[in-house]
């Protein structure tokens, strides 16, 4: 089991960008898949991007060509780059780690961190 904390949430215009962090309490390297979803308020939580160990990426539609996720296995962090933020980008963002097996104690999520766009 393992502890992610996000950070670089805030408030920000229309048109703007954010980098939040997700800094892990053990490695990174070896987890499957790492992501970020986000909950807006009255709705379902809902995918934003995923990583792979190996890499490779996957978008939510509203989000791709704005948005982007990576992962430094040395910083044990997963990144998410948003630029051209919108109004409808207002929610909560969580991190999550997890594997495509059954492990016990995943998939573990962070406390969130809130993303504001005003237009």
């Known amino acids: 089991q393992v502890q992610l904390v996000e950070s670089g949430g805030g408030l920000v215009q229309a048109g703007g960008s954010l980098r939040l962090s997700c800094a892990c309490s053990?490695?990174?390297?070896?987890?499957?898949?790492m992501g970020w979803y986000r909950q807006a308020l009255g709705k379902q939580r809902e995918l934003v991007a995923t990583?792979?160990?190996?890499?490779?990426?996957n978008y939510g539609d509203s989000v791709k060509g704005r948005f982007t996720i990576s992962r430094d296995n040395a910083k044990n962090t997963v990144y998410l780059q948003m630029n051209s933020l919108k109004p409808e980008d207002t929610a909560v963002y969580y991190c999550?780690?997890?594997?495509?097996?059954?492990?016990?104690?995943?998939?573990?999520w962070g406390q969130g961190t809130q993303v504001t766009v005003s237009s």
């Open positions: 999550n780690a997890d594997y495509r097996v059954p492990v016990f104690g995943f998939p573990s």
């Open positions: 990583i792979t160990s190996g890499g490779s990426t």
């Open positions: 053990g490695s990174i390297a070896s987890i499957n898949v």
